[in-house]
């Protein structure tokens, strides 16, 4: 009972205990979550409105800004319908050549601060002119901008005379063709004619000359240095005319064509030199007029044609040509698709902005309210911070719990590690452990049983030490013995025969290259036909025959037609069946004649070659299976069945055949050194691995000469047996 009531202390304890826990960790989770509910709401209307005033912001903007540089333009007065037209055209334009149309429009009041008068089209006109021309020179629209307005200032009564809109187009084409005829830029050709000034113009000069001259003198220059130097020649023209004693104006007072006054000073110079014609030229130009005239006469011709070129320009067609070559695509469909949006927005601003100007107005109201309630304000500013504190204190809560879990699975992480650290360690200490193991049993093995080991080998070596006297005096038989040669000599002619089956056009082939070069060496060298006549008369008649040969098959092909052509069909009526037997007959001759091939044909098909290697094969079966002792067996026998004639000579009972046989045996069957079965080329045989394993040592026994002298009483064939056998073994 004791411990039954100690055991329900301890369950009412901990129920004590864990009950509060779990109503905590129930708030914590419930805070958790609704915190997390509240953040993601919170984040999801924010993002909804941040999208949604980006979009209108994105889709509003190039409208406003486009009316925004609308306004800048309507600041110098510029009336409404002209600034209609300039928003039509700034569309077009920037669907055209994809440009920006708020940009377009800001250059036009560039263009109507420099240009002043500017009515109708006009404004219009010079924008899209300067905006192509810009497009067209690769230059920027300020430049062209600041260039236009230079160059009305200069051409002003011109461009009066002609209307201002044609006037400007001109003025685009004529400067887009310089530019590609004289590889200028817009900028530069702008510089030229602010050196220049009015000068030329008020001298009588069209702009196609003016342009000409400048463009030209550009190549080796730069565009405000060629505007000084003609200008100094304008310059210098009056007094030339008192020097030289020519006339250099019309009968309207206007200057002369720059060619035909080129031409003047030219012919006055004559054939002078470059110094004397500096010299002759000094007396009433200045250096820089100098400079002008020899660079310009070099080439009056291509001066000529430049401002006839110029001249054809009157629009601004070659600028727009240049213009589209440039296009992009891409950048033209952006634009597009902007210029619809703009479109589009322009007509809905009007009525969106009255609300937008109410708004400004509350906020203005708003602002002099804090102002005039001072102590409301300040509420409300506590009442903000309030809320954005609790939000703070949910977000911290919600950071802190993250961040716990966070690093719950951090350390769930490094226990799986461990857990995988101890799967890969242990196999890898066992394998350890067994390879130490392994080595130990091997060192063991190795100090018990390397005495052993090392004395079979020394055995070893001095039995086949031993028997290299033998084996070399039976390798000096075998090379004395004439059958190894004849074997030696068919292997030889088999070898070579089947390099030729196989290696025959690589021969025929390397054969002709070389009767071709000796040919040629001798036929294009009198010389070598002289002094090697013998050789060249040879290769003569090697050709001969060889032409003959070749002439054969022409020959016979000739005379198998003409025996086929040939008829000895009789007239005489014996018979329609035996002149059609006879008729048939010779028919089967012809055709058998025609069959006949004077020139074999060999069949060097795959069943030759493999001919050729089953007799191979065999073939080294033989050699395989020869046996020299039992040879030299033999070769005792029959010397003994010879000896068995001579009177007092009997033959034994056994036979050497039969001795020779037996040690043939005993001895395991000795071969030929080397040509064991196992032996390959790189290893060299048994024998010879045995030899290098032992320090290569090698015996050479020669037997230079064996002289047999009998000085004594004959021998008896008895005798001469019993030495025999002995010396047999």
């Given at each position: ?9 301890t369950?009412g304890?901990?129920?004590?205990v ?14 958790t ?8 709401d919170?984040?999801?209307g ?5 999208a ?5 912001a ?12 609308l ?7 510029v009336a409404?319908?002209t600034?209609?037209?300039?928003n ?10 994809g440009e920006?149309?708020a940009?377009y429009v ?6 109507q ?7 109708g ?21 300020g430049?062209?901008?600041s ?11 011109q461009?009066?005379q ?9 003025l ?17 050709m ?7 000034g ?13 342009m000409?001259?400048?463009?030209t ?19 210098g ?10 006339n ?6 206007d200057l002369?064509?720059i ?12 054939g002078?030199?470059?110094?004397q014609s500096r ?10 007029a ?9 080439d ?6 430049d401002i ?10 070659k600028?727009?040509w240049m213009?589209?070559k440039?296009?992009?695509p891409?950048?033209r ?5 902007q ?6 927005w ?5 009525s969106?902005?009255?609300?937008i100007n109410?708004i400004?107005?509350l ?5 002099a309210w ?6 409301l304000?300040?509420y ?14 949910g977000?911290?809560l ?27 360690v ?5 394998a350890?452990?067994?390879a ?10 190795f ?15 001095t ?10 005096a ?9 059958l190894?040669w004849i ?10 025969i ?7 056009d690589?021969v ?31 290769i003569?008649?090697?050709d001969?025959?060889i ?10 092909q ?12 009789p007239?005489w ?8 037997g ?7 001759l ?14 060097l ?9 089953k007799?191979w094969?065999?073939f ?21 069945s ?11 009972e056994a036979?050497?055949t039969?001795?020779?046989i ?5 001895l395991?069957g ?6 064991e079965p ?9 024998f010879q ?9 090698s ?14 009483s ?16």
């Open positions: 009972m004791k411990q039954l009531e100690k055991l329900m202390l369950i304890l901990l129920d004590k864990t009950g509060p826990m779990r109503g905590i960790q129930k708030t914590i989770q419930q805070v979550s609704q915190s997390r509910k509240a953040f993601m919170t984040a999801a924010v993002t909804a409105l941040i949604a005033s980006s979009t209108f994105a889709t509003v903007n190039p409208a406003n800004d486009v009316n925004n540089a306004r800048e333009v309507s600041s110098l007065e409404d319908y600034l209609k037209r300039l039509q055209a700034g569309l077009q334009y920037s669907i055209q050549f920006s149309a940009n800001r250059s036009a009041y560039d263009i601060s420099a240009i002043a008068g500017l009515t089209d006009d404004l219009p006109r010079f924008t899209t002119a300067s905006g192509t021309l810009a497009k067209a020179t690769k230059a920027s629209v430049d062209i901008t260039y236009v307005g230079t160059m009305y200032g200069i051409f002003q009564k461009a009066d002609m209307g201002k809109g044609a006037w400007v187009e001109q685009a084409g004529k400067t887009a063709a310089a530019v590609q005829i004289f590889k200028t830029t817009g900028p530069e702008a510089s030229a004619f602010e050196s220049i009015a000068g030329a113009t008020s001298m009588g000069v069209n702009l196609q000359e003016q000409a001259v400048l463009g003198l550009q190549a080796t220059m730069s565009g405000s240095e060629a505007g000084t130097k003609y200008a100094a020649f304008l310059e023209l009056s007094g030339a005319q008192a020097e030289f004693g020519l250099f104006s019309d009968a309207n007072g002369l064509p060619v035909d006054i080129l031409q003047k000073i030219k012919g006055e110079m004559g002078m030199g470059w110094d010299d002759f030229l000094a007396g009433a130009f200045n250096d820089e100098v400079d002008f005239i020899q660079l310009m006469s070099n009056i011709g291509k001066l000529n044609g006839a070129n110029l001249a054809k320009q009157d629009g601004m067609e600028a727009i213009a589209e440039m296009q992009d891409w950048a469909l952006a634009s597009g698709v210029a619809v949006s703009i479109a589009i322009q007509k809905a601003l009007p969106i902005e009255p609300y109410k400004t107005a906020t203005s109201t708003l602002v804090a102002d005039k309630y001072p102590h304000t300040k409300i500013g506590l009442a903000v911070t309030a809320v954005m504190a609790f939000i703070a204190v977000g911290s919600t950071l802190m719990i993250g961040l716990l879990r966070f690093s719950y699975v951090g350390l769930i992480g490094v226990s799986k590690l461990w857990a995988l650290r101890l799967l890969v242990t196999p890898l200490l066992w350890k452990a067994a130490l193991w392994g080595v130990r049993t091997a060192m063991l093995a100090i018990l049983y390397g005495p052993a080991v090392a004395a079979f080998f020394g055995i070893l070596k039995s086949i030490l031993t028997s290299l006297p033998a084996i070399w039976f390798t000096a038989a075998l090379l004395a013995n004439p190894t074997v030696v000599g068919i292997v030889a002619v088999v070898a070579a089947a390099g030729l089956i196989i290696y025959w690589e025929t082939a390397a054969v002709n290259k070389s009767w071709s070069w000796l040919k040629n060496l001798f036929e294009n060298n009198a010389w070598m036909q002289v002094i090697f006549a013998p050789i060249y008369g040879g003569l008649a090697v001969a025959v032409d003959a040969f070749q002439k054969i098959p022409e020959w016979w000739s005379f198998k037609a003409w025996f086929a052509n040939t008829s000895f069909t007239n009526n014996l018979g329609a069946e035996l002149i059609d006879l008729i048939q007959k010779w028919n089967n012809q055709v058998w004649f025609s069959s006949l091939l004077l020139i074999p044909k060999w069949d098909s795959l069943d030759a070659f493999e001919s050729i290697k007799w094969v065999d080294k079966a033989w050699l395989g299976n020869l046996n020299p002792l039992s040879m030299l067996g033999d070769s005792a026998d029959w010397l003994q010879k000896l068995s004639w001579v009177p007092g000579i009997d033959a034994p036979k050497v039969e001795k020779v037996e040690q043939n045996r005993e395991g000795l071969a030929l050194p080397g040509s196992t032996q390959t080329e790189k290893d060299g045989g048994l691995t045995i030899s290098n394993m032992f320090g290569g040592s015996k050479t026994v020669q037997v230079d000469k064996i002289e047999v002298n009998n000085h004594g004959g021998v008896r064939g008895d005798d001469l047996m019993h030495e025999l056998e002995m010396a047999a073994g």
